[in-house]
């Protein structure tokens, strides 16, 4: 395993697994923890396969939203990727009671101008939306968008 791997394993393998196996805890973790968690869980996975991990606490932040009455958004941020398709952002969004929930990633393309929006599921499968040039502003309307056409 290399840098690259650790950061896909920690973005598209570990977070939607603890997103959907115990989302209120996840949440709890990282509105306490806000960016420190993600780093330590990267530096951990790094330790673990004796990787050097070239990020820093400040590369990882976290914020809040209630964008809908009905609705919550947690916005990772990541450090910028340097290879596809690693992640620039990642959106987590969700009712209050955790019955309906959405993990939503901004994914390097082969070049970084070229972002691909793409929904994971509890099954660790994939739906991409295809690129579009959007703020992290309209990318985050979007995926709210997204959440309530197709998971009803």
Avoid at 2 to 22: K, N
Avoid at 135 to 147: G, Q
């Amino acid at each position: 395993m290399d840098l690259r791997e650790a950061r896909y394993y920690l973005e598209h393998r570990m977070l939607p697994h603890l997103f959907f196996t115990g989302p209120s805890r996840l949440i709890s973790v990282l509105a306490v923890g806000k960016g420190g968690f993600l780093f330590n869980i990267m530096n951990d996975i790094c330790e673990n396969n004796q990787i050097k991990n070239t990020y820093a606490l400040k590369d990882f932040s976290v914020q809040i939203d209630a964008p809908q009455e009905d609705l919550r958004m947690i916005r990772i941020h990541m450090p910028e990727p340097l290879w596809e398709p690693l992640c620039y952002r990642i959106y987590l969004i969700y009712n209050e009671t955790y019955e309906k929930l959405g993990y939503f990633t901004a994914e390097r393309g082969s070049n970084s101008e070229e972002i691909f929006l793409c929904c994971w599921n509890t099954e660790s499968s994939h739906l991409s939306f295809g690129t579009e040039e959007l703020t992290p502003e309209e990318e985050a309307a979007k995926c709210i968008r997204l959440y309530r056409d197709s998971m009803g």
